[in-house]
């Protein structure tokens, strides 16, 4: 991979395509960790598209070889050693819910944290076999977010959402789909075409038709919502945790 920029903008790439919006995480020297100007970014991006009538999918994609490695685990411990923390992940977490849009996102290789629960908040996912679904919130020291403490047991049953959620497993590109993570596995030369054609597909679709069945389908999302923000004032309270900081602390020394 080649040495990546250093702002938020080039970091969260936006591109038009006729009515698709295509949101692109572009840090392959860190793996595509998000950073609090990412979250801002890629939230702001999703608003535009809302509020564009020229806009009827969004696509979210990242590098070959990683989608995201999740939260960047630096501001992770600024905020657990000056409890700075800004609003940037809250605002994006709160906003995922109420996207009217069809969302249609693509999966290849790391897909951590946000990099999995992310997809919970989309429509059709599309992931590469090699591809791996982990959420280590709890060996971090930290708990499930995005709302992803109900809406994994009510797609995949507790047991598979515990072993997602709590033993920090790894699920492959197959077990995401096997599970109801994720839609479809596609090769990796596969990948953006399928995401491509199905995102223009839906474009194409009768807008209101279409959001109005996304609707339909999501239900009532008051409690969704309480349980976004249940998890993150939890979140929030284990960042500072003592077991948390020397979590971040031995990633940040590992190489060392
Ligand atoms: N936050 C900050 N930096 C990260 C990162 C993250 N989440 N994930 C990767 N990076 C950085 C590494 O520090 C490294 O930077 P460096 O070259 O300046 O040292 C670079 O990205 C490449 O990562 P590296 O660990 O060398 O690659 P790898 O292929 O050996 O391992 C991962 C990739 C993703 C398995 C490993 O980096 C990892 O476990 N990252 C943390 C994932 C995580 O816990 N995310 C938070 C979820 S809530």
């Known amino acids: 991979m080649s040495a990546a920029p250093d702002t938020a903008e080039q970091h969260i790439l936006v591109s038009r395509e006729g009515a698709v919006q295509t949101i692109r995480f572009n840090r392959p020297n860190k793996k595509n960790a998000i950073t609090r100007a990412m979250y801002a970014a890629l939230a702001g991006a999703l608003a535009d598209g809302e509020a564009d009538d020229a806009v009827r999918c969004h696509v979210i994609l990242g590098q070959p070889g990683a989608f995201t490695s999740g939260n960047d685990l630096a501001d992770f411990l600024a905020f657990a050693t000056t409890g700075e923390m800004g609003t940037e992940v809250l605002d994006l977490l709160r906003l995922l819910p109420k ?7 693509g999966v290849d290789g790391l897909a951590i944290g946000i990099g999995t629960t992310l ?3 989309c429509d059709v996912t599309f992931a590469t076999p090699r591809s791996v679904f982990k959420t280590p ?3 971090l020291a930290l708990v499930a977010e995005a709302g992803s403490s109900m809406l994994v047991p009510a797609i995949m049953g507790h047991q598979r959402a515990f072993a ?3 033993m920090c497993e790894d699920f492959s590109g197959q077990d995401a789909a096997d599970a109801g993570l994720i839609w479809k ?3 990796e030369d596969k990948l953006e075409s399928a995401v491509m054609e199905a995102a223009k597909a839906l474009a194409a679709k009768p807008p209101k038709a279409l959001a109005l069945t996304k609707r339909l389908m999501k239900g009532d999302t008051k409690a969704l919502e309480a349980r976004i923000a249940e998890e993150a004032e939890l979140f929030a309270a284990q960042l500072k945790s003592d077991e948390a900081r020397q979590a971040f602390i031995a990633f940040m020394a590992r190489k060392k």
């Open 99 to 105: 996207l009217e849009k069809p969302v249609v996102s």
């Open 119 to 121: 997809h919970l908040h």
């Open 137 to 139: 919130f709890v060996d």
């Open 185 to 187: 596995v596609v090769a």
């Open 164 to 166: 997602l959620l709590a």
